[in-house]
């Protein structure tokens, strides 16, 4: 079944540890994003891909980084995790042309303690 | 500067009662236009698009959406609410290949 995944779905780490959040994708779409939500509030990108090896930041600041190294993979890393980063991450995906519906994973919340 | 724009932030409605949820963009072209869903702890679920055509567009669970240009409006409604359908409701805007959301409007329903 085509899909979009995430995981952990729950992760509270304590502050100066590294994560990864992990997200695949089985639709075969080749343009894949991160959002950043806080509770109650609207997304905020923060990193998009169109394709291997291709990353690009969002709109909104952030300290992660991601990668694209196979088209249905796209994970994101945090380097020394902060209460800060306490957050909600989402994934999504879309096709490269046609329609511009993006696709959602079911999100990763993050809490650093 | 792009934008869309939710007014209303809650709203609460009885079972069986209609819905219309608001948004408003601030685009120089009709941007592509959709109406998303978001369940507590959830991603969110597609419930329509609007690309061009037939301003009505019809939704996923009962749900429909009217494109207004005049009033750069793009109202997202439901005739009877179900209990189910309380949730987080995204407007959410796309013209330059990235998403601009709306704020949300958070839905209440009584029974």
């Known amino acids: 079944e085509a899909d979009i995944y995430q995981t952990p779905r729950y992760l509270v780490i304590g502050t100066g540890k590294k994560i990864t959040l992990e997200c695949s994708q089985t639709m075969g779409h080749d343009k894949m994003y991160w959002y950043q939500q806080d509770p109650g509030m609207e997304l905020h990108l923060i990193h998009y891909?169109?394709?291997?090896?291709?990353?690009e930041k969002g709109d909104l600041s952030s300290e992660s980084t991601v990668s694209r190294i196979r088209t249905e993979h796209f994970p994101l890393t945090l380097e020394s995790a902060r209460p800060s980063h306490t957050s909600q991450y989402l994934c999504?995906?879309?096709?490269?042309?046609?329609?511009?519906?993006?696709?959602f994973g079911p999100g990763t919340r993050l809490t650093v303690l | 500067a792009q934008s869309v724009t939710q007014p209303d932030i809650h709203i609460t409605v009885s079972e069986g009662a209609s819905l219309e949820l608001r948004c408003n963009y601030s685009y120089g072209a009709t941007p592509y236009l959709f109406w998303y869903v978001q369940s507590p702890g959830q991603g969110l679920q597609l419930l329509l698009k609007?690309?061009?055509?037939?301003?009505l567009v019809q939704g996923i669970k009962g749900f429909e959406a009217e494109f207004k240009r005049s009033q750069s409006s793009f109202n997202l409604r439901k005739p009877s609410v179900h209990w189910s359908d309380a949730a987080e409701y995204f407007c959410?805007?796309?013209?330059?290949?990235?998403?601009?959301f709306g704020t949300g409007t958070r839905l209440q329903v009584f029974p």
């Open positions: 999504a995906s879309r096709q490269l042309a046609g329609g511009h519906e993006q696709f």
């Open positions: 959410a805007a796309d013209n330059t290949d990235k998403l601009i």
């Open positions: 891909s169109y394709g291997v090896n291709s990353t």
């Open positions: 609007y690309f061009s055509g037939d301003t």
